[in-house]
């Protein structure tokens, strides 16, 4: 789990014995529950407490700042913390019995005080109203806490864009400056011609040796196909390896055709797949927010993402077709169906290496950095990939997406969205639209 700045607030004219005794049981909860928790056990009682909290807690860079209110309380301690305390903000009121007599805690009323002063602010948050041991509230903290490591690697994700988009690939522009200012994302310029090929050529025949190797015991084909153009794929993902881990790059953006077929003599599917599988996620077409997406998709799951196109409605299985060429993960590979994971060549260039397979069934969370309107937007769908064989070569999958499929088309071609939308496998909605919230990103559900 996450690492947690905790503060209990308690005005002392209030029940600070009950106070106390929610506070050690929220305590107690999230202990239990496997978060880490930063900050003072005690609970402020003082404007001049709370500041000097914060101070200590800032330090510590908490992934999540819960405020749990044991009582009612002024604004201002919660304003304190978070003047000081950079991290998502969530804000914790206990309910109390109704017995008639004195209102021992009246925490509810603090979150509320405390929650407009944060909105005139212009400071997001999020609420629990819920007893410590609340399974509801325990889970959100740890949605919360998801959404919040995913914002924390967003800000220092550094990610290599090779080459640049094709021509009318407007879906897959970017804004620099833009992207660092809204979500700190750094974008790493790779020349294709003169740095990936280069390496790429001169990547150590053993390394690349061993990446073939490794790649035989998990796929079908491989010797059969181009064994120049196979040494080709595999030169570019160990010098791609090698620099993501030299120059700590979260993931890449890369400009996969024409260049890798007419220059380099292979495709970079098979590159990219073996480097989504490793969670280094790789979107084609130089799609920096593609991969954006993923990285925020995989932060969440903990698993690899995949950015791909949607090329076709099922309309007897309500479900999207989704392919790309052969860059899927292969950890996505449904290896109880009736086909292997296999490899191949590109269907239009006719080169390897490409990864050949259907996805396998499950529970997905589909996602997708969108800019179609000049402004950013998360759009945010759930889905179900369903057991099939391949509608088409390389990698692909059948999703029948929450809420219809067909709905789920009209939506994209209706909002004219980009044509790269990614997935990772389980259910990760709720905390997208957290995240999306801690971005101040505007929702757009599928």
Request: aromatic share 6%; charged share 20%.
């Amino acid at each position: 789990m996450g690492k947690l700045g905790f503060i209990s607030i308690i005005r002392t004219t209030f029940d600070v014995p009950l106070a106390e005794e929610m506070t050690q049981r929220a305590r107690a909860a999230l202990t239990a529950a496997g978060h880490t928790l930063l900050g003072q056990a005690e609970a402020v009682t003082t404007l001049e407490q709370a500041a000097a909290a914060a101070e200590d807690l800032a330090a510590l860079q908490p992934d999540l700042l819960i405020v749990f209110q044991a009582t009612f309380a002024d604004s201002t301690m919660v304003m304190a913390l978070v003047h000081t305390v950079d991290a998502p903000l969530l804000l914790w009121a206990v309910p109390e019995e109704h017995t008639g007599g004195r209102l021992r805690l009246n925490s509810l009323c603090g979150i509320n005080l405390g929650g407009h002063a944060l909105t005139r602010a212009r400071y997001r948050y999020g609420t629990i109203y819920a007893a410590p041991e609340d399974p509801a509230a325990l889970s959100k903290v740890e949605q919360y806490t998801r959404a919040a490591v995913a914002r924390r690697e967003l800000r220092t994700a550094r990610i290599g864009r090779v080459g640049e988009n094709p021509a009318g690939f407007d879906t897959c522009l970017m804004d620099v400056v833009d992207l660092k200012a809204r979500f700190g994302v750094d974008i790493v310029q790779i020349d294709l011609q003169n740095e990936a090929f280069v390496e790429a050529r001169a990547a150590d025949p053993e390394l690349v040796q061993a990446a073939a190797d490794r790649l035989a015991t998990r796929v079908t084909g491989l010797g059969e196909l181009d064994q120049t153009a196979v040494k080709g794929t595999l030169g570019a993902y160990v010098t791609l390896q090698d620099r993501a881990r030299r120059d700590n790059l979260s993931g890449y953006a890369v400009r996969c055709w024409p260049e890798f077929f007419t220059e380099l003599g292979c495709a970079a599917c098979g590159a990219m797949s073996m480097l989504n599988d490793e969670q280094t996620p790789s979107s084609c077409e130089a799609d920096v927010n593609g991969t954006i997406t993923s990285l925020m998709l995989q932060a969440l799951s903990g698993e690899p993402a995949f950015g791909s196109d949607v090329v076709s409605l099922d309309q007897e299985r309500d479900a999207l077709v989704l392919w790309h060429c052969g860059l899927a993960p292969l950890s996505m590979a449904d290896t109880e169906g009736d086909e292997a994971p296999g490899t191949t060549i590109h269907s239009n260039r006719k080169l390897p290496l490409l990864m050949q397979f259907p996805l396998k069934p499950g529970i997905v969370t589909i996602a997708r950095l969108s800019e179609a309107t000049g402004e950013y937007r998360l759009v945010v769908g759930r889905g179900e990939v369903v057991r099939a064989p391949r509608a088409f070569s390389g990698t692909t999958g059948l999703v029948h997406v929450d809420g219809g499929s067909q709905h789920a088309l009209d939506t994209i071609l209706t909002e004219g969205l980009e044509h790269h939308i990614s997935i990772t496998y389980g259910d990760y909605t709720a905390e997208l639209v957290i995240l999306a919230n801690m971005l101040g990103l505007p929702v757009l559900q599928l």
